[in-house]
Structure formats: C-alpha cells, structure tokens
C-alpha cells in the first residue's frame, strides 16, 4: 500500500505543483520563492505520511496549498521577516481559488525586463510546470549544473525586477513579446510530454502534460486572439490526434506504421480550425503545415519528402533551430539527396552535444547503407543512454530500419 501512495502522491506533483506555485507566489511574491519552493516539497512530503489508504481529502489541491502557506509563513516568521499579519493578502483571498493562475504568473513573470528570455523558460518550466532538472536539460540542450545557476539567478533577477510592485497578476498591458515567450513555453512543455523519455511511465508520451500545454494555449488564444497562438493550437492539435496510434500494445509505432483509422478525428478537425494563415508567416503555421503534409500524404514518396523539405527550409528562415535542422536532414535522406544531407549533419553536429539521442539516430541512420560498422556503433552508444524500456525496445528492433 505505502508504494501504491507513493505513486498516488507522485503524480499528483505535477498536476498540483504549477497551479499551488501560482497561488502561492500571487500572495507572497518574488522576494519569498525559495521559501515558497521549499513548502510545496514539504508539503508533499506531509502528504506521503497524511494520506493513507481511504483517507485522501476530498479537495487535495486545497489540503496542500494551506499546508504550504503555513509553511511558507512559517519560514518567514522563522528568519523574522515578517513584519505584520497584514504584510499578505488574507487566506479568504487566496485558499483554494476558483482560478488557474498559472496563465497569468508566466505572463507577470515575463515581463520582467532585466531578466534573459531563456531565464524566464527555464524557470516556468521548473515551476509552473513542475519539470525535473533533467528534462528542463533534454529538452533546453543546457546542462544540468546550467539550470541549477539558471534558477538561482532567476530568483535574485525576479526579486530585483518585481521589486515594490504590485503583485495582483492580470491579462492587462501584455505586449507581443511577452505573449511570444508564453507561447515558446508551451511549445516546449507540449514537445517535453510529446516525446518523454522518463523512466517512470510505460508510454513515450506525457498525455496529462500535452493536455496541461494544449488548455493553457487555449485560455492565451482566447484572451489575445494571436494568429501564432492559434497556429501553436493547431500544432499541439496535429500531434494529439496520433497519440492513439503513437504505442500498441506497449510498443512504439513510427509514424509511418501507425493506423490511421485510429487517429482522433476531432482533434485533426480541431486542428485545421486553428490552422489560420498569418499575415506574416510563423514557425508554428509552416510545423503545422508539415504536421498536416505527412497525415494527409497518400505516399511517403521522393516527391512528398521533397515537398516536406521545402517547408523545412521556410522553416530554417523563421528559426535556426537545431532540431529542425536535424528534421531537415533526415527528410533529405529520404528524399535521396544524402550528399546534402551529410553536408548538414557535420553543421548540426557543431551545433547540438555528441550524446543527442536524436543526433546519433539520424546520424546513424544516414550511415546505415554506407558506413556500416560506424552506424552499429553509434547505435550501440546510444542503447547505453537510454534507460526507458520501451525506447530501447523499439530502437533494437528497429536499427537496421528507419526509426
């Protein structure tokens, strides 16, 4: 019983953390972030040995968001910092609100102007959105210890930009950049649950954290009616109609192999909805585009990739990123054009670290037919990264094949 707990109150870490954070930094601010990080753990930890078996309370998120308000008051009175009851709203303000606030928090927090963009991601990602430093680090491509000065910085730049401000967080006065750093947010964290590579889910998929991305997106939309914020819906939409078909029985199916008629038709509709053409062109419409390309495609011919690798150029113009290079690549490889392919690859290689787990599979890939031994091997280093048992399942069945 104590693991079937632990697991219970494992997951409800991520789909509490955000929303408690949220609550709890509107009410104390940026000055008490460590302290408010510390409550959430404890108050988690508390729940561990609270919650027992037919004894788990009715409302969990409001059990640990006064459990770590009281801790966070408690911290404070301890380094006596707390100069009168009346220094923070009441708790009939804040207790178990009927708002999500998350939205607006990552909206407050990017405005801070003397704090970096990539700051600002890192630290929503960790505690908005309750992401491990691990898979800020796969999918920031920084390194863990990065993060960890990332996030202390943050603290300190964040405490210094919102300092004597007013804390009441609002859709009001947004400008166009900040809306772009919310709507890069999301693309990451929808990208982190796509593709997960935690070992402690069967699936490759984070299906609660698309979803959490995918509503978040929606209220963004809804309040700002952005053509990129649509076009981002319509990506996220894309990818969700193949989650039905994405693992069989415990199995991972390339896309290629997947059925079909197993596809979620309403979100392909949903998708297409959102799939507006901007006025001037956005990396979310031309991914959307090429999402829609391969699910409408009756062949996967040299023709149909030729076609996937013109939007991948477009692509390139608007972001150089990477990912989409290597995507690039390995689109060329199919189309038979290797010479450019490989040309590519040694740019992407400069690029990305020698232990990308996506890097060493397009690279193996391209090198199959030709150099053999050298593909062999970097499969076999890439099987020694991996931990996840259905990833490095797929991958041995399918290493003399496209992945």
């Not at 309370?57 to 409001?62: A, D, G, I, V, Y």
């Not at 730049?157 to 999301?186: G, M, P, Y």
């Not at 062109?281 to 013109?310: P, Q, R």
């Not at 990305?352 to 050298?374: C, D, G, M, R, W």
Request: positive net charge; charged residues 30%; aromatic residues 10%.
């Amino acid at each position: 019983m104590k693991n079937k707990n632990s697991s219970f109150v494992e997951s409800s870490y991520r789909t509490f953390y955000g929303k408690l954070f949220s609550a709890l930094f509107s009410q104390f601010g940026a000055n008490y972030v460590s302290e408010i990080e510390d409550a959430i753990q404890n108050s988690f930890y508390k729940s561990l040995k609270s919650w027992k078996p037919n004894q788990v309370p009715t409302n969990k998120e409001n059990w640990l968001f006064i459990v770590a308000r009281n801790d966070v008051l408690n911290q404070i009175k301890r380094e006596n910092r707390l100069k009168s009851a009346n220094h923070f709203k009441s708790t009939e303000e804040t207790e178990n609100p009927n708002e999500d606030l998350r939205l607006k928090t990552i909206l407050f927090l990017a405005k801070s102007k003397n704090v970096s963009s990539k700051v600002k991601v890192i630290f929503i990602l960790k505690n908005i959105f309750g992401l491990h430093i691990k898979e800020i680090s796969e999918c920031t491509l920084l390194s863990q210890d990065a993060i960890y000065k990332s996030i202390s910085r943050a603290k300190k730049d964040f405490r210094q930009a919102t300092k004597d401000e007013d804390f009441d967080l609002t859709f009001k006065q947004v400008s166009e950049n900040e809306i772009a750093i919310v709507e890069e947010i999301l693309y990451a964290v929808f990208n982190i649950g796509f593709d997960s590579f935690s070992e402690k889910i069967k699936s490759i998929i984070n299906e609660d954290l698309c979803m959490e991305a995918l509503a978040l997106a929606k209220v963004l939309s809804d309040q700002f009616e952005r053509t990129t914020t649509k076009n981002l819906l319509a990506l996220f939409c894309f990818h969700l109609a193949r989650i039905p078909s994405k693992v069989k029985n415990d199995k991972i199916i390339s896309f290629f192999e997947q059925d079909r008629r197993n596809w979620n038709n309403d979100f392909i509709k949903l998708a297409f909805h959102y799939l507006e053409k901007p006025e001037k062109l956005n990396k979310y419409y031309v991914e959307a585009l090429i999402a829609s390309k391969h699910m409408t495609a009756t062949k996967n011919d040299i023709e149909h990739w030729n076609e996937i690798i013109k939007l991948y150029k477009i692509m390139l113009s608007l972001s150089n990123s990477p990912i989409m290079k290597l995507n690039l690549c390995y689109s060329l490889s199919k189309a038979q054009r290797m010479d450019e392919a490989k040309k590519l690859l040694q740019i992407v290689e400069n690029e990305l670290p020698n232990e990308h787990i996506y890097l060493s599979l397009v690279k193996a890939n391209i090198f199959k037919n030709t150099q053999t031994l050298e593909s062999e091997k970097i499969i076999d280093q890439v099987l020694k990264n991996i931990n996840q048992k259905i990833r490095r399942e797929y991958i041995l069945e399918n290493m003399s094949t496209d992945f």
